[in-house]
């Protein structure tokens, strides 16, 4: 997908922070960070939004949430907390329509969210 943010950061076309890589799944740090640590992990494979998974994302979809895990172990989150989130769409206000996890964590949080 040659229009894609993500995509032109996965392929370094425009500058991303990148913090975590494997053959599945990259990782770079949000350019707004809403807490201390704010982390975006994109699957490599460009998917627009969480309607169109498929079965064959299974893996990937796991990766993901592996990616998240050591990331957050790295960044000291492991026992204090975080948080991770999907937008999918308007309503949950989606704005880069590649897939992406948002790894939140580094201050206390309030439930539920806005
Ligand atoms: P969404 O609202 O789609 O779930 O999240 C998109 C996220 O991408 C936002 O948190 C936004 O700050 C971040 N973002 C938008 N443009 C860029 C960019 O060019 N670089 C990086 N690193 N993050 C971006
Ligand atoms: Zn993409």
């Not at 894609?4 to 996965?10: G, V």
């Not at 990937?60 to 026992?79: C, N, R």
């Amino acid at each position: 997908m040659t229009d894609c943010l993500f995509c032109k950061i996965r392929d370094r076309e425009i500058p991303g922070d990148i913090v975590y890589e494997n053959n599945h799944v990259l990782a770079f740090n949000d350019i707004n960070s809403v807490a201390p640590t704010h982390i975006l992990i994109i699957p490599k494979e460009h998917i627009p939004t969480l309607n169109d998974l498929e079965e064959n994302h299974t893996q990937t979809m796991g990766e993901l949430f592996l990616a998240a895990k050591a990331i957050a172990s790295k960044e000291g989150l492991s026992d204090s907390g975080y948080r991770t989130i999907f937008n999918c769409n308007e309503d949950a206000q989606q704005t880069v329509f590649h897939i992406h996890l948002h790894l939140i964590g580094g201050r206390k949080m309030t439930w539920p969210p806005g």
